[in-house]
């Protein structure tokens, strides 16, 4: 099995920027795809980015240009560098990886963007 743990997350007011990490107790460079997604109460949880074994990116309409997602195999984290943040960015995010055979996903960690 594979265990993420997030960190990062708390309160930061809008136009701000947030670096969120996961931590993966396997290594990363074998897992072919992570990535974040998000969720709020009433809502589908909804894709953020997601990162290739070939560091190939995909963002959601919403947060290109704002934020980033990268990979440090050597810590075996994944990052994402969240910045020019709106309250619509609010929510919990999770860490997910996904092998052959299963979706792993971390606790999740409280994102609030408020004033």
């Known amino acids: 099995q594979v265990q993420l743990v997030e960190s990062g997350g708390g309160l930061v007011q809008p136009g701000g920027s947030l670096t969120l990490s996961c931590v993966s107790s396997?290594?990363?460079?074998?897992?072919?795809?992570m990535g974040w997604y998000r969720q709020v109460p009433g809502k589908q949880r909804e894709l953020v980015a997601t990162?290739?074994?070939?560091?190939?990116?995909n963002y959601t309409d919403s947060v290109k240009g704002r934020f980033s997602i990268s990979r440090d195999n050597a810590k075996n984290t994944v990052y994402l560098q969240m910045s020019s943040l709106k309250p619509e960015d609010t929510a919990v995010y999770f860490c997910?990886?996904?092998?052959?055979?299963?979706?792993?996903w971390g606790q999740g960690t409280q994102v609030t963007v408020s004033a």
């Open positions: 997910n990886a996904k092998t052959y055979n299963y979706d792993y």
């Open positions: 396997r290594k990363i460079f074998t897992i072919p795809n």
């Open positions: 990162i290739t074994n070939l560091r190939v990116t």
